[in-house]
């Protein structure tokens, strides 16, 4: 998988450069509505019930303030709204931008 060459804040906006070149920008509002969290999505225990994820699903006017690298496999994002609890892979920034 290919890594971020560089990652940074503009606007509304998270912009990567990736390791082949491209460039994306994501909106924020977007990478919000999409957090891999539990809180966000849910999960589901072993007998097969699903907890969480049951909260908005838009999120007007939030945006990105920060991001810490998490190991070298993603990125953790932290939103205006006060969430940060969602691990963004590489692939899966790769294919919000492709949407």
Do not use: C
């Not at 939030?62 to 892979?89: C, K, P």
């Amino acid at each position: 998988m290919l890594r971020p060459a560089s990652v940074e804040i503009v606007g509304a906006f998270l912009a990567i450069r990736w390791e082949d070149g491209r460039e994306d920008f994501l909106a924020a509002e977007r990478l919000r509505e999409e957090s891999p969290s539990a809180e966000n999505k849910g999960e589901v225990d072993v007998l097969g019930r699903r907890w969480g994820g049951d909260g908005p699903r838009r999120f007007p006017g939030v945006t990105v303030t920060g991001w810490t690298q998490v190991g070298n496999y993603a990125l953790s994002l932290e939103f205006s709204d006060g969430h940060r609890s969602g691990i963004y892979s590489w692939e899966l920034l790769r294919s919000l931008a492709k949407t």
